[in-house]
């Protein structure tokens, strides 16, 4: 999917080595999805992160990307993407955009990605470098406790922040069938939610693993 219009922007055989050892790690701790995988091995991760930490890219840790954000772990990106369970062409929005490398990986799974980021820095740096890597992701900045009303609904909704509930806005902007994933609890601590909606319109919640994510900030996050 990647075109690269900067010499800046390399995939080398070395870094596609790098990413074939990663996946079979994330596999060996519990990913299934053969196209959740495939989706890791295709985002060059190591465009997402600083040069600083270009030898460390393909280790499954969190770097510091600034504005006190962060890159996700690909274990965690691999875990929450395989959670959604998203299929080609279907609507989903991600709330966080932070790097960009969560949204790589749901438009490698063939998805329509909406992404809304907070902070404005991150905001501008990220979407040029969608943008330069020519991923169809449809970047806004805003609050994404409130999710992205004006494209609603959607099929998928995957936050990438700890929130300290679930945020009204975005179970009603989920399309029948519509599943969104979210991790909730404390600043330090949450357990991922995944909530379906069901024909009747009702909700139903399911608790999966607990991870550790920095705050969804706005209205409906940590304000």
Known sequence: MLHYQSSLLQDSFRHKGMRRALVRQIAGKGIRDEAVLGAIENVPRHLFLEAVFLEQAYEDKAFPIGEGQTISQPYTVAYQTQSLGVQK???????????????AVLAELGAKVYSIEFN???FHRTRNLLTQLRYPIHVFY???SRGL??????????????????PAALTEQLAPGGVLVIPVGNAKSQEMLR??????????????D???????????GWK
């Open 89 to 103: 062409g279907q609507k989903v929005l991600e709330v966080g955009t932070g790097s960009g490398y969560q949204a």
């Open 195 to 208: 909530i379906t909606r069901l024909p009747d319109g009702k909700l139903r919640e399911e608790k999966l």
């Open 149 to 166: 009303p004006g494209y609603a609904p959607y099929d998928r909704i995957l936050v990438t922040a700890g929130a300290p509930a679930v």
């Open 142 to 144: 805003g609050d994404g």
């Open 210 to 220: 607990r991870f550790s994510f920095v705050p969804l900030l706005g209205q409906d």
């Open 120 to 122: 404005n820095l991150l």
